[in-house]
């Protein structure tokens, strides 16, 4: 262990000189970066007991809940779209849409005289995809097959 990790241990147990909250602090950067297994299982037990402790005051259970979670569970985040993700899912759209007019076209009996032209607005620049994902119209189509 590091000497910086180490004195977070330290400053985390000390019951008699360090306040709770500069412990959680301590819990926190001890936290926040990588360290040994060994340092995060006494971070995430003081943790533990400070959140379970009834007579410990509500703010600083609820921060050592919050720090828990940190060190729990991944944070979820809104995926970012790039201009290659929204062109794919317009590629994607489009091809779903054709193939959805093609069989439609097949089960009516239309294929085999099918104008030169049926797909041309699926085709165009102007197309516009619908608003969802194109992947969750698949998963979609997927779980009702």
């Not at 992947?135 to 189509?141: E, P, Q």
Request: aromatic share 6%.
């Amino acid at each position: 262990m590091t000497r910086a990790i180490v004195a977070l241990l330290q400053i985390m147990s000390d019951t008699e000189d360090a306040p709770l909250r500069r412990r959680l602090e301590a819990t926190e950067l001890l936290l926040a970066y990588e360290a040994p297994q060994e340092a995060v299982d006494q971070a995430k037990a003081f943790l533990t007991s400070v959140f379970e402790d009834a007579e410990q005051r509500v703010d600083d259970r609820l921060d050592a809940l919050k720090l828990m979670r940190k060190a729990e569970a991944r944070k979820i985040t809104a995926l970012t779209v790039t201009a290659g993700d929204a062109r794919a899912n317009r590629e994607l759209w489009r091809q779903l849409e054709i193939g959805r007019r093609r069989e439609a076209m097949f089960k009516a009996g239309l294929w085999e005289d099918a104008p030169k032209d049926w797909c041309a607005d699926l085709l165009s620049d102007d197309y516009v995809e619908p608003p969802v994902s194109a992947h969750d119209a698949l998963r979609g189509m997927a779980r009702k097959a």
